[in-house]
T-cell receptor, first 115, second 113 residues
Framework: KAGVTQTPRYLIKTRGQQVTLSCSPI?????VSWYQQTPGQGLQFLFE???????NKGNFPGRFSGRQFSNSRSEMNVSTLELGDSALYLC??????????????FGPGTRLTVL | DQQVKQNSPSLSVQEGRISILNCDYT??????FLWYKKYPAEGPTFLIS?????DKNEDGRFTVFLNKSAKHLSLHIVPSQPGDSAVYFC????????????FGKGTKLTVNP
């Protein structure tokens, strides 16, 4: 079974630009969550999607947004990029929320560098 | 405020010995705990989990212990192998059906041959 895939793996942008990252969950998984990893803050929750609906959102500014499609694939978008947005962006998938004990599986991440 | 804390940024052990990684949490609403292993520039790899209704879960060389009264969990790796060298993250999920995980900042484990 293929794991979580994320594209692109690496991205370099300049301040003020916008970026879109993509995540394909494990087949059969319908819940997708996004996390940002930085050296100072560790892994921080961005948002969670299920059935094309955002179920939960972390403490990030409105420049960070996302969506989920009917095939469970998800995208996240960051507008007006800032230097501090440089990070590893991780996507995780799980079967569905509220299913009791459930495990999230992570993709390899997209390394975003903002110059 | 940091709801999940891993107070040791690093740990070094000899091959064949036991590695014990610790994690403390403050939120009583957490009902499920997970340990992930991470190599640089890769996503975290799931290792083992435990529900709050249990106090121990074992999977091969990995055992997780949960002490709810102390709000403390630990990961034991026995015997430790050089390939176990990585950063280990403790994560917790709240009751209520959300998939949101709260992570500790990680402990870098080095297993010396």
């Amino acid at each position: 079974k293929a794991g979580v895939t994320q594209t692109p793996r690496y991205l370099i942008k300049t301040r003020g630009q916008q970026v879109t990252l993509s995540c394909s969950p494990i087949s059969g998984h319908r819940s997708v969550s996004w996390y940002q990893q930085t050296p100072g803050q560790g892994l921080q929750f961005l948002f969670e999607y299920f059935s094309e609906t955002q179920r939960n959102k972390g403490n990030f500014p409105g420049r960070f947004s996302g969506r989920q499609f009917s095939n469970s694939r998800s995208e996240m978008n960051v507008s007006t990029l800032e230097l501090g947005d440089s990070a590893l962006y991780l996507c995780a998938s799980s079967l569905a929320p509220g299913q009791g004990i459930d495990t999230q599986y992570f993709g390899p991440g997209t390394r975003l560098t903002v110059l | 405020d940091q709801q999940v804390k891993q107070n040791s940024p690093s740990l070094s052990v000899q091959e064949g010995r036991i590695s014990i990684l610790n994690c403390d949490y403050t939120n009583s609403m957490f009902d499920y705990f997970l340990w992930y292993k991470k190599y640089p520039a890769e996503g975290p790899t799931f290792l083992i989990s435990i529900s709050s209704i249990k106090d121990k879960n074992e999977d091969g060389r990995f055992t997780v212990f949960l002490n709810k009264s102390a709000k403390h969990l630990s990961l034991h790796i026995v015997p430790s192998q050089p390939g176990d060298s990585a950063v280990y993250f403790c994560a917790a999920r709240s009751q209520g059906g959300s998939e949101k995980l709260v992570f500790g900042k990680g402990t870098k484990l080095t297993v010396n041959p």
